[in-house]
């Protein structure tokens, strides 16, 4: 009996124990979830209120590198350790008279009226003996709206007027007057379309307020013609421009990529909430032609970029999206981001009291991250060649490419709770190969911040206009963005390039439409930024 009670109380205690270690088990996972959602709940509350810059929270992170170099100059000052910091910037002289020469002038000469030219002393006549400017001052005159009338003059010969005999008719010929940008659309001039498409694809000023502020002016336009003017412009014009800018993108052997949500609340088969998506490509900084071009899909798949970039050979830039992988099998090296690694040990200072921050894995991590960013910086600074940046490349940033990635390797293994410092270390450890791609050639940059900028004008359209309608007008608004992009990567302003444009495609064949071209002397002569 006394053994069976025994044995008993050994399975009970047995059982105990198994539960009591489950218990810790679970306490353990809550534990850690509960801090994964802390950590959540700042990175949140700092998105929401704090900065949105990415610079480096502790100035000494790049110290880690040199730390022996700074602490052996014994002529350096002591740090003052109270009283306040304060910035002064150099002012450009001669800024304003520079501008006011750039600008035609009106002098407004103020006289006195003549019946009070008089002397105050003998009552004589004044005359004038001088003038002084007082001030200068800008003036805006407001956007002038007039209407055009194209009058055809016909012609006739008037010796055979006087010599017809009735049988042969008189020749006649008529004036060539340009084609009109859109056919039988009346009021729709270059000018105009050119002006409604910068005013929504440059200033992120919506069809809506744009139809209030011609109201203002008493012209109805409504902004249903203003949308269905996208339309038709982008499919007859536009598209044949975006066509030659393509190839000149899959030529190139240097590009970047990004992509960002877009909404159409019109498609087939699919909820008016769910996402679509604009992909941009962009050339590299060093190829001769900048080229800009956005594309819409329906999905974030994959094969969107392996069939848009079908043909395409060379180094792209992209993040860490799986949907970029593919393109590896077609004769693409792609080039990892060294901004989101950057980001990533960022997100995890945020989450870090700042008493403890110094010796945080992230801070090491950033440190790395910075100290091959401030190599970038000078070699941009120096203007050197990207050959020449290759070869310093090699020398300056490999050992700490190096150095890095055996701390991250080292480092993984022991960072077994989920949290942001795994993410972080994980993502540098997986995008290894890809981050340093950039080794391979000087003219490939270490980021693909250009694409992010890039995307920037439509997120805040975004924002503006929230959503396209149809699938016709997201398409119509991806190769504006494309030309609109295009025309500021290659220095012209955008409603002078449109204006261009849509004088010129309708009046010539297609055989001249690579004339017109950014780049293109015609271009570059009627649209070019002024000079500073």
């Not at 970039?309 to 004769?331: I, K, P, R, T």
């Not at 396209?468 to 295009?486: C, H, R």
């Not at 444009?501 to 009627?526: H, S, V």
Request: proline share 6%; glycine share 6%.
């Amino acid at each position: 009996m006394e053994i069976t009670t025994n044995a008993a109380l050994e399975a009970e205690n047995l059982k105990l124990k198994i539960e009591n270690a489950k218990l810790a088990n679970e306490v353990y996972e809550l534990r850690k979830l509960n801090e994964w959602y802390a950590e959540q709940f700042k990175i949140g509350q700092r998105y929401r209120f704090g900065a949105s810059s990415e610079k480096s929270a502790l100035p000494e992170q790049l110290v880690l590198f040199n730390e022996t170099e700074v602490s052996a100059d014994a002529n350096l000052p002591e740090p003052m350790l109270e009283g306040t910091i304060t910035y002064s910037r150099k002012k450009r002289s001669g800024k304003r008279d520079e501008l006011y020469d750039s600008l035609p002038t009106l002098q407004v000469i103020h006289e006195i009226p003549e019946e009070e030219r008089v002397c105050p002393i003998c009552g004589g006549e004044l005359h004038a003996c001088g003038h002084e400017v007082l001030r200068r001052e800008i003036e805006v005159i407001p956007a002038t709206v007039r209407a055009v009338e194209h009058v055809q003059t016909v012609y006739s010969c008037r010796d055979c007027e006087k010599n017809s005999d009735g049988e042969l008719a008189v020749p006649m010929v008529k004036a060539q007057v340009p084609a009109p940008v859109i056919p039988g659309s009346g009021i729709a001039s270059p000018s105009l379309v050119a002006f409604v498409l910068s005013n929504k694809y440059v200033l992120a000023l919506p069809f809506r307020r744009q139809e209030q502020e011609f109201e203002r002016q008493d012209i109805i336009i409504p902004r249903q013609n203003m949308a269905n003017w996208c339309i038709s412009v982008a499919k007859s014009w536009l598209k044949p421009i975006f066509e030659l800018l393509y190839a000149v993108l899959l030529a190139c052997g240097i590009a970047q990529a990004d992509e960002t949500r877009y909404q159409v609340i019109n498609e087939p088969n699919r909820k008016a909430s769910t996402n679509s998506y604009l992909w941009i490509y962009r050339t590299g900084v060093y190829e001769q032609h900048q080229v800009v071009l956005f594309v819409y899909t329906e999905t974030r798949a994959g094969k969107n970029p392996l069939e848009f970039l079908a043909g395409f050979s060379g180094f792209l830039n992209v993040d860490g999206y799986s949907g970029y992988y593919a393109l590896e099998n077609n004769g693409v090296t792609l080039c990892g981001c060294w901004a989101h690694a950057r980001r990533k040990f960022v997100d995890v200072l945020k989450t870090v009291p700042k008493h403890l921050q110094k010796d945080s894995p992230a801070s090491i991590g950033l440190a790395y991250c910075d100290k091959i960013f401030a190599f970038e910086r000078n070699y941009i600074e120096e203007e050197i060649t990207p050959e020449e940046r290759y070869e310093r490349r090699l020398t300056d940033i490999k050992p700490i490419l190096a150095d890095f990635f055996a701390w991250a390797v080292g480092l993984l293994p022991a960072l077994t709770d989920k949290g942001k410092l795994r993410e972080a270390v994980g993502y540098a450890v997986y995008q290894q190969a890809r981050l340093t791609n950039f080794l391979l050639d000087g003219r490939i940059e270490i980021s693909n911040n250009r694409s992010e900028r890039g995307v920037r004008p439509v997120a805040i359209g975004r924002n503006n206009w929230m959503f396209s309608y149809s699938p016709d007008g997201a398409q119509a608004s991806a190769i504006i963005y494309s030309i609109v992009e295009t025309a500021k990567a290659n220095n012209l302003v955008p409603f002078k390039y449109l204006e261009f444009l849509f004088e010129t495609l309708p009046n010539i064949p297609y055989e001249q439409f690579k004339d017109c071209l950014p780049w293109g002397p015609l271009a570059q002569e009627r649209c070019a930024v002024p000079p500073p």
